[in-house]
Each structure stands twice: as C-alpha cells, then as structure tokens.
C-alpha cells in the first residue's frame, strides 16, 4: 500500500492561473515531509521540508503547507518556467525516504 | 561548488558484466542515499549510509552493493547487472537524513 500519494497526476494551467498540489500520507511518526522539483532528464531539486502540523513555507510562487493526513503545494501566477515535475516525499520513524510518484506540472503561455 | 557528482551519465553494458557508478559529495554529508527511477514507479531507494562503514538496505537491494569507505564518496557495484536493471539512477546526500537531500545528476543505465 502506498504510503505517499500525490494529486492530481497532470496538471495543465495557463500562466496565471493559480492552483494547489496534494499529497496525502499514512506514515506514523512523521519525521519531515520534503518536496522536490524535477525537471525532465535532471536529478530533483529540493524545495522545502516541513516538519510539523500548521508550519508553512514559501519561496518565490511556491508555498507549502503542512497537516496530519496531508501537504499542498500552492502555486501562485505560475509561470512557464515553473513547468516540471513535482515530487512529495516523507521520512518515518524507520529510515526510509518514501517518494510518491509526482505530480507533472505544465504551464502554457 | 556544493554538488554531488555522479559517474558515468550514461552507460550501457552487457548481461553479467560487473561495473560501478561512482558517487562524490564536496559538502561533508554524513547521509548519503542511491535510488532508481522507473516510469509509473517512482523513486525507489536502493541502499543508505548514515556514516562512513555503515550501509543498509533500502526497498529494492536485490543486484546491488554498497561501499562507504571515505565520506565522500559511496560507489554503486552491480557485480552482475540483468535487463531489469535498466533504470535512471541517483546518488543523494544530506547533513542529516531528515535535512533536504541534494541529488546527482544521474546516471541512465541500460543492460542489454
């Protein structure tokens, strides 16, 4: 059973037009819970950990948020050069880092 | 530069013949991490190592080792590599495992 599932899979928006990311986790004892940026061919890049329920950061379009069950990515006036692949990530009591499978983000002009 | 530096970024080989993917960080990580990437997969973490001379099995380790003799460096050996095999990997490190990783640029494999 998957422990990280992301939402929607695609996800197409004109430039401007604002939307959220979702992913959703059934760990126990959440230690972090990481997002990542892909770009095609390229190694992920990470964005943001977020640590516990109610925390939120932000960078440039990007905000993320934090509660018991799940995360949102939201993106604000994207652009597209903020066109790529969006991975959710959480880290368990164990020692795994399990990824979701992404959510591809295309942006057109 | 902080980056993690994978070898080589491409690489296509035959049936049982052994080979290494190198794997160095310049940033001092004790954590450092190799995952396969497969289409409607995902990541998938293949072995860890939280210091030097200690590694442990990830989700998928059958096919594969691991050595962590120096900080910096933690190679990848497929001491005989099969078909199902042929995957895009990546080699990650971090100070702390619950710290954001930084990943390689990754090396796409294909066994033939």
């Known amino acids: 059973e998957d422990q990280v599932t992301q939402s929607p899979e695609a996800l197409r928006l004109q430039e401007g037009e604002s939307s959220s990311l979702n992913c959703s986790y059934t760990?126990?004892?959440?230690?972090?819970l990481f997002w990542y940026r892909q770009d095609p061919g390229k190694g992920p890049e990470f964005l943001f950990t977020?640590?516990?329920a109610g925390e939120e950061k932000e960078k440039e379009r990007l905000k993320a948020t934090l509660t018991k069950k799940e995360s949102f990515l939201h993106i604000t006036a994207p652009k597209p050069e903020d066109s790529a692949t969006y991975l959710c990530?959480?880290?368990?009591?164990?020692?795994?880092?399990?990824f979701g499978k992404g959510t591809s983000l295309l942006v057109t002009p | 530069e902080a980056q993690v530096t994978q070898n080589p970024r491409y690489l296509i080989t035959v049936t049982g013949k052994k080979l290494t993917v190198t794997c160095s960080q310049n940033?001092?990580?004790?954590?450092m991490s190799w995952y396969r990437q497969d289409p409607g997969l995902g990541l998938r973490q293949i072995y860890y190592?939280?210091?030097?001379?200690?590694?442990d099995k990830g989700d998928v380790p059958e096919g594969y080792k691991v050595s962590r003799k120096e900080k910096r460096n933690f190679p990848l050996i497929l001491e005989s590599p099969s078909p199902n095999q042929t995957s895009l990997y990546f080699c990650?490190?971090?100070?702390?495992?619950?710290?954001?990783?930084?990943f390689g640029s990754g090396t796409r494999l294909t066994v033939v």
């Open positions: 990650a490190s971090s100070l702390r495992q619950s710290y954001g990783y930084t």
């Open positions: 760990v126990s004892g959440l230690r972090g």
């Open positions: 977020l640590y516990s």
């Open positions: 990530a959480v880290l368990d009591s164990g020692y795994a880092l399990n």
């Open positions: 940033m001092n990580h004790e954590y």
């Open positions: 190592s939280m210091n030097v001379e200690v590694t």
